[in-house]
């Protein structure tokens, strides 16, 4: 089955559209993917975006606006990936959609909430979609995510050690293979307050801080570094869920304020240092021995070369591509994966990575004009994942 999997993530930039040619047979999964294409949401919607998200408030008709609007950018790019990936043959859509909120309190996921109706991406495709995916584990008593968790668990197996998948996103996150009982939580910012600092400390010029050039020519600030890893969220235990609802503009104009001005370059290579800190740190307890990242952070190569001396000589940090799997698609990949295991009636959590209380198949069927039942017959799980 081909299917397009959609995702836009916590950095809000682009949206992102992977195809793969997914097979299930006697428990082993097939994933040979077709490539990738991005579209950048356009100004208007990034801006409505930006200023309806946490912590500036918004009104329902906002939020309805915006429903819509990122459901029809999401269509068009479905379409478009449809033509350009599939050859018009692809029988699946996947839609993570773009997160708006994910209400923790208390280390308790109790909601969340994505914006854009499937129904548009339904109607401008004629496709099946899948949409919808973390309300379900969260009603099993979950945390929503990570989601990838799965995808990283049936590729990774069989490795040799402790593996442990990283993706860098506006938050970073990872998933270790401990065993029978393995873990994924979010460690923390990856690039959210970087992309904060850099639009807030160049009056919106600068979206990001490209290859890190910014923060190479900074300095560490190690009162701001100490200051900023005391947030109690480092020390909560697994599984944990965090997003741009706490590492937010505000979050770090209120750490800075309890230190005279500090030059751009420094606050930059401050932030760069607690990403790669606060990664490193979580991974280490795990008895890792090696990392295999992925995610927009892979292309900072001043964060990378951080990260690297923060795990030490002997913890090689790896990117997916180098095994098979393009580290700018993989969320995305995720994504059509969890799809297609849906269809199948079949479960797209992990557990003792969620915390949810069991296996749950994920997200809400948008049905297209041939939608195809699902099994009558139970279909045995996936164990392990091949990239031909």
Not at 23 to 47: F, K, N, Q, V, W
Not at 93 to 105: E, F, K, L, R
Not at 264 to 279: E, F, G, I
């Amino acid at each position: 089955m081909k299917v397009i999997g959609l995702m836009s993530g916590t950095s809000y930039d682009a949206i992102d559209a992977a195809a793969a040619e997914l097979t299930l047979h006697d428990g082993e999964l097939t994933l040979r993917p077709l490539g990738m294409i991005s579209a950048p949401y356009d100004d208007e919607l990034r801006s409505a975006l930006a200023g309806a998200l946490p912590p500036s408030r918004t009104t329902l008709a906002e939020v309805c606006r915006l429903d819509t609007l990122i459901g029809q950018a999401f269509a068009a790019l479905a379409v478009r990936a449809n033509s350009e990936l599939c050859a018009h043959e692809a029988e699946l859509i996947a839609s993570h959609g773009q997160t708006v909120y994910h209400w923790v309190a208390d280390g308790t996921a109790h909601g969340t909430l994505q914006l854009g109706q499937s129904a548009w991406i339904a109607e401008a495709t004629g496709l099946t979609v899948v949409s919808d995916f973390r309300p379900r584990d969260l009603a099993a008593g979950g945390q929503g995510a990570p989601l990838v968790c799965l995808l990283d668990l049936l590729w990774l197996r069989g490795r040799r050690g402790t593996p442990v998948a990283l993706n860098i996103g506006g938050i970073a996150n990872i998933t270790a293979l401990t065993g029978s009982s393995p873990l994924a939580f979010d460690t923390g910012p990856g690039n959210a307050l970087l992309d904060a600092a850099v639009q807030d400390l160049t009056q919106g010029r600068l979206r990001y801080d490209a290859d890190g050039a910014l923060a190479a020519t900074g300095r560490l600030h190690d009162p701001l570094l100490r200051h900023l890893l005391a947030d109690p969220y480092y020390r909560l235990p697994a599984p944990k869920t965090t997003g741009k609802e706490l590492f937010h503009l505000p979050y770090l104009h209120a750490a800075l304020a309890d230190f005279d001005t500090l030059p751009a370059a420094d606050v930059l290579a401050t932030l760069t240092h607690l990403t790669a800190r606060t990664v490193a740190d979580a991974v280490r307890p795990l008895g890792a021995t090696e990392v295999i990242a992925s995610g927009g952070g892979t292309r900072n190569p001043t964060l990378m070369t951080l990260l690297r001396t923060e795990l030490g000589p002997d913890l090689p940090l790896l990117t997916s591509d180098t095994l098979g799997l393009p580290s700018d698609a993989k969320e995305a990949l995720a994504f059509a994966l969890l799809g297609f295991l849906t269809l199948h009636n079949l479960p797209g959590n992990v557990p003792t990575c969620t915390g949810a209380s069991s296996p749950r198949p994920l997200g809400t069927i948008t049905p297209g004009p041939h939608f195809p039942l699902l099994p009558h017959h139970p279909t045995p799980p996936p164990t392990h994942l091949t990239l031909p």
